[in-house]
């Protein structure tokens, strides 16, 4: 059990990677704080741990992560609960539709930018002073190869993962001596609700248009991130951080 007696938070965990990173974490003994603005998605995905791993496994906290009051009961909930807190994935992202720059509404902005790059800072803000009590903890941020080869008509997402990447590297240098490890995920384009956005419409025309950007010929799953997050989280990587790791068949080759 590479994560047992440990405590994560999952945000975005109602669905797509999130999910899987939830449910790849409670197979390696972790309890683990399902977060989602989805009330349905996150329940759901709680309920599974809980049958799959026992009663008491995974809490479901509803919270908006761009909101730093609603971020920060999620935090204070998850130590009420399990006593602790060792990992935070920020893993909740949106984005807009596959469109020219210009169209981006700019309310659209305002919010990709909140979720996607705001929220990691609020997250790690309300988790410090917890890994700071208990000598340390750890970081994972969902970005994107988006963020490192961004694709045409995503414009302000491409930035915004960008943004994550290096914030990631940037919280990875200024917390290392709290020891407090901060890495990112990378992944190519996959099978996920978001998938039709970025695609702009979903025909197995542009699914095979995506695809053949990718060596290994396939989409990302969920379980290849979740896996991904389970080694920069698990005490085998005790020695990694500041890393973008990119899961994605090539695709940044």
């Known amino acids: 059990m590479r994560l047992a007696g440990k405590v994560a938070i999952v945000t975005g965990a109602g669905s797509g990677f999130g999910e899987g990173i939830a449910h790849r974490f409670a197979e390696e003994g972790c309890k683990v704080v399902v977060n989602d603005i989805n009330l349905e998605g996150g329940q759901r995905v709680t309920a599974a741990i809980d049958k799959a791993h026992g009663q008491g496994s995974a809490i479901f906290q509803r919270a908006d992560v761009s909101q ?50 705001k929220a990691i800072w609020l997250a790690a803000r309300a988790a410090l002073p917890v890994f700071r009590r208990q000598g340390g903890g750890c970081i994972v941020n969902t970005a994107s190869t988006a963020g490192l080869r961004p694709r045409p008509g995503l414009a302000v997402y491409n930035a915004s993962k960008g943004a994550a990447i290096i914030i990631t590297k940037s919280m990875a240098v200024e917390l290392a001596p709290d020891k407090v490890r901060v890495n ?63 899961i994605d068949g090539g695709r940044c080759v």
């Open 68 to 117: 730093a009051a609603e971020v920060d009961a999620m935090v204070q909930a998850a130590v009420a609960r399990f006593g602790r807190l060792d990992i935070v994935v920020n893993n909740a992202g949106i984005t807009h539709r596959n469109m020219p720059l210009s169209d981006v509404p700019e309310a659209m902005v305002d919010k990709i930018l909140a979720v996607n790059v």
């Open 184 to 246: 990112c995920l990378c992944p190519v384009a996959g099978e996920t609700p978001l998938l039709p956005e970025f695609m702009g419409k979903d025909t197995p025309e542009h699914r095979a248009r995506f695809k053949a950007t990718i060596p290994l010929g396939r989409l990302s799953l969920p379980r290849d991130i979740a896996n991904a997050a389970l080694y920069l989280a698990s005490d085998e990587a005790e020695f990694i951080t500041g890393v973008a790791l990119e």
